[in-house]
């Protein structure tokens, strides 16, 4: 059925967009806590812990909205 395999994709896709928001995370994490004290108090530092913090925002949303959205999704390829 092209129903199901629309919704196994766009469950992959949100699974997906997760796992890629983790991995900049880690990454961006990664390159500030590479930086010396100087550049992590400049504010270049400054930007990335911003953008670290945004990230981590955006995976605490992600998470409590994604599982809501892939119950929903769920339901529906089941029902179809």
Same mark, same amino acid.
């Given at each position: +059925? %092209? *129903?199901? /395999? %629309?919704?196994?994709?766009?469950?992959?896709?949100?699974?997906?967009?997760?796992?890629?928001? #983790?991995?900049?995370?880690? #990454? #961006? @994490? #990664? %390159?500030?806590?590479? =930086? @010396?004290?100087?550049? $992590? +108090?400049? %504010? &270049?530092?400054?930007?990335? $812990?911003? *953008?670290? $913090?945004?990230?981590?925002?955006? =995976?605490?949303?992600?998470?409590?909205?994604?599982?809501? /959205?892939?119950? +929903? /999704?769920?339901?529906? &390829?089941? *029902?179809?």
């Amino acid at each position: +059925n %092209s *129903a199901i /395999v %629309s919704l196994n994709k766009c469950i992959d896709a949100l699974d997906d967009a997760k796992r890629i928001i #983790e991995e900049v995370k880690d #990454e #961006e @994490t #990664e %390159s500030y806590e590479n =930086l @010396t004290e100087g550049l $992590q +108090n400049s %504010s &270049r530092g400054e930007a990335m $812990q911003e *953008a670290v $913090q945004n990230l981590e925002e955006a =995976l605490t949303a992600l998470d409590f909205d994604i599982e809501d /959205v892939i119950a +929903n /999704v769920e339901a529906a &390829r089941d *029902a179809s």
